[in-house]
């Protein structure tokens, strides 16, 4: 699979500019267009998503540091830190960072929100326990550089943990390529898999990179850089025409269809 969507005739600064504007105005779970108080955040978040409170225990990090890398709407951070994490919230765009410090406020929390580039975190070595970062390192095409920054911040023996795209999943095979790439003829067009898969992946059209990974392709990539690294498949969902992430039960030898491919990889 192509590792770059066709920017034949965009620079690779106008490409960057791409991503950013719209990260810049399509946060998830930020919901501007249907404002939500906090607790609907919530609720709707771990509601659809539900695995996530069992498998990244956002409560057993009490005394800890923690930084999350691509806050979005702040929903997460603010589970670090109702579970007793010194949590540090950093994201590219700045309706992110917007969004996180008004959901903290709201939800009384305490936590440090900045604005920065995570190739490029303005933050010393060796200083925090876990770095988090869900459904992120998938949209940035210089991932290896997302993944030195995080090995340089993190603590000997600390935990990078979060969730890609799986590209073995149903929603990636039917939602996207057939519905979108087979069916509305957008490959035979001469649309890369990776072209269709980050015009679809989100809510929204328009966005600029989504790289969607095998099992074995992120394990390798993360074991490039971190040791000890553990990935496993969650959120059996498709997205039909006109309704999205309807869930579906599957045979337990066929759980790796689901679309999110969580990892989990320690730094030694």
């Not at 057993?60 to 930084?67: E, S």
């Not at 010393?124 to 970062?133: A, C, T």
């Not at 998938?138 to 935990?159: S, T």
Request: hydrophobic share 40%; charged share 30%.
């Amino acid at each position: 699979m192509d590792s770059q969507p066709n920017r034949a005739r965009v620079s690779k600064w106008d490409f960057s500019k791409r991503i950013r504007e719209f990260w810049s105005n399509a946060v998830p779970m930020t919901f501007e267009d249907k404002p939500k108080s906090y607790e609907e955040k919530r609720r709707f978040r771990y509601d659809l998503q539900d695995y996530m409170q069992e498998v990244f225990r956002f409560d057993a990090f009490a005394g800890k540091r923690v930084l999350e890398i691509g806050s979005g709407a702040g929903i997460d951070s603010a589970e670090f830190i109702r579970g007793g994490a010194e949590t540090v919230s950093m994201d590219f765009s700045l309706l992110a960072v917007r969004s996180t410090k008004l959901l903290l406020k709201e939800g009384g929390l305490d936590g440090d929100v900045v604005l920065a580039d995570a190739r490029h975190l303005p933050l010393r070595d060796s200083q925090f326990d876990l770095v988090y970062s869900f459904g992120v390192i998938h949209h940035v095409p210089d991932v290896a550089g997302v993944l030195c920054e995080v090995g340089r911040v993190l603590r000997r023996n600390g935990l990078f943990t979060g969730m890609v795209y799986n590209r073995d999943s149903l929603l990636y095979a039917y939602s996207i390529m057939y519905l979108h790439g087979i069916r509305k003829g957008l490959i035979a067009q001469g649309l890369s898999e990776i072209d269709v898969v980050s015009r679809f992946s989100e809510r929204l059209t328009g966005n600029q990179y989504t790289r969607a990974y095998t099992r074995d392709e992120i394990a390798e990539l993360l074991g490039r850089f971190f040791g000890h690294v553990l990935v496993d498949t969650y959120y059996n969902v498709i997205d039909m025409v006109g309704r999205r992430k309807v869930k579906f039960r599957i045979d337990t030898r066929q759980s790796d269809l689901g679309w999110h491919l969580v990892f989990k990889a320690t730094k030694i």
